[in-house]
């Protein structure tokens, strides 16, 4: 059930007028907003905020009073689900948060461009000569420039972060631990061959220890012959993870 449904549903209790069936409708949903937040992988924080305000107070000796306590947990539940909650939105659910680092790198050339390739405007302080200037040379200017995108909605996020395979010992380019997500940037080369780069992927996605892997791959030397083959052949899980290639090259900038 998405959070749209949940809240449609919780909507109709408002309707309910017998006490008795009030209680047992609400109580079950509650346990599905609380499954929802579960199967999202939201943070304890979360969970626990969103349990805190579902809580009612039970009395046995006034339907009226008992009514006005599940009407109001009612209220501060659908208010967080809703996201006017601005406590809540500090707290990007698992799958949201998934979403947003899918579409980000999806269109990171759309950022590319408004920053680097678009005329300055005539009034700014910017000289179009040092803006233009700037260009993805390797993946370590391709991490700084995706690390700034992502920061500023996932504060925590580390670069070069180390982290254990099991086998020895890694550094994640840019790492999300709430979300034991993993992002690994890759820049191809003169000397680079497609079927290295497969092999390198490969290798990251077995030894990396993480929940998900996101492989965000420049081709500037455009070796990758078909971006969209090799970008579906990485959307299955793999050894236990939740591997995903995105491609970016050149004629797309």
Known sequence: MSEKQLIQKGCMLYEIRDIDRLTREYELWSGEVCDFFEENRSSPKALREIKTAMHFTKNEYSEADARQSIVAALDRAIRLLSGWDVRFLNEIPRGAALGLIERILENFYLYY???YKNPVHKKGTLAQENVGSVKIGNEYDLQRMLYS????LFPTARQETAMDSGYGGMR??????EYDVVIETKCTRETMSEKKLLEELGADAFYY?????FFFVYDPQDIIKNPAAMEKFFEKDRYGKNVRLLILQPRIL
Do not use: G
């Open 149 to 152: 995108l992502l920061l500023p």
């Open 172 to 177: 994640a380019d840019i790492y999300l631990k």
């Open 209 to 213: 220890q993480a929940d998900t892997i």
């Open 113 to 115: 461009r408004a920053m």
